[in-house]
């Protein structure tokens, strides 16, 4: 019997022995007309996938072009922006940022002002000596002053630095001679590493004029509730002046009161002032006198009071800012 050869059938037969093998299992990848999408011999043989893969390519290929002309760009323009004529460059962070050194200009003044406004013809060289830590090179040594006469203030207090530029400010001072009160100009300048100079002579100037005190409408006043209060604090000043942290701890509401710690001795509650308000809080005014160095010294209190199971406790206590001409 002839044989047919398996070759041309490929999967569909195969003879072994004279035996014709059963018919496997078609490969889906394979279509019977030779067209099929899938590997053959390890090849692809359909082209829409290999379409979708270039196009990817491309596209993530413009991205990266545009991000990388960008990135070169951007900087290019702001370079030549800078050069173009009208235009004016950011400032650098740090040059926003300075600033003439108020606290240290302040100081410094203070301590020219200590020796510039003492002097005594006697001892006019121990001044010029002083004075050469705050002066220009080439300034008068004795500042303006003939080396005649004796000037000695009291007190000396910064009132106020008024900068003109990172560089250049004019510190006020507040100085007492004998019953006098004297206002001191004294122009300072300071340079980018930190020293300072008094720039020119300084300028007398009249003292702060007082103020007048608006004129307000008295509040309604809680009378029953001041009765009420003045025994209370009565017994909590006592505590206050000696800074007794376990009485003050059973008036406390909030966060522990300190005290006085025994540098006064309790005088009195002249007045206690309760405005109307709710029942359960008030802010209060108490003017005590304390007894200091032989003498009795009346100051005024502003107390938060808080009301819990019939008892008024003390929440915070500091200075009052309310006017009182009295």
């Known amino acids: 019997m002839a044989r047919r050869s398996a070759v041309k059938r490929g999967r569909e037969m195969a003879v072994v022995d004279g035996t014709a093998a059963p018919d496997l299992p078609v490969d ?4 019977p007309d030779g067209r099929g999408r899938g590997p053959r011999g390890g090849r692809w043989s359909g082209s829409g996938g290999r379409w979708w893969v270039w196009a990817g390519r491309a596209v993530l290929w413009a991205l990266i072009i545009v991000i990388l002309v960008n990135g070169i760009r951007a900087p290019f323009e702001r370079f030549t922006a800078a050069d173009e004529p009208g235009t004016t460059a950011a ?18 003044a203070l301590q020219f002002a200590n020796v510039y406004l003492n002097y005594n013809q006697e001892n006019a060289a121990d001044r010029e000596t002083q004075l050469r830590t705050f002066l220009p090179e080439g300034a008068d040594p004795q ?4 080396s005649t006469g004796t000037l000695q203030v009291q007190s000396v207090q910064v009132a106020g630095v008024q900068a003109r530029d990172e560089h250049n400010a004019t510190v006020n001072l507040v100085a007492r001679t004998g019953d006098k009160w004297l206002r001191l100009a004294v122009p300072v300048y300071a ?33 029953a509730l001041e009765g009420e209060l003045q025994p209370i604090l009565v017994t909590f000043f006592q505590a206050y002046a000696r ?5 003050l701890s ?15 001795e309790f005088g009195r509650v002249a007045e206690v002032v309760a405005p109307q ?15 200091v160095a032989g003498g009795e010294l009346e100051q005024a209190y502003e107390l938060d009071m808080v009301r819990k199971d019939a008892t008024w406790y003390v929440k915070d206590i500091r200075g009052t800012t309310d006017p009182d001409p009295s």
């Open 243 to 247: 800074s007794d942290k376990t009485a």
């Open 91 to 108: 400032p650098e962070p740090s040059a926003r940022r300075a600033q003439f050194p108020s606290s240290a200009a302040g100081a410094f």
């Open 143 to 146: 500042f303006g002053w003939n």
């Open 250 to 264: 059973r008036f406390a509401a909030g966060s522990p009161i300190g005290g006085l710690a025994g540098s006064v």
């Open 191 to 223: 340079d980018d590493n930190g020293g300072l100079v008094v720039a020119a002579r300084p300028a007398l100037l009249p003292p702060p004029a007082k103020a007048a005190l608006p004129q307000q409408s008295p509040a309604q006043r809680d009378a």
């Open 28 to 31: 889906p990848w394979d279509a």
């Open 277 to 291: 308000g709710e029942a359960g809080a008030r802010t209060v005014t108490a003017s005590v006198a304390w007894r």
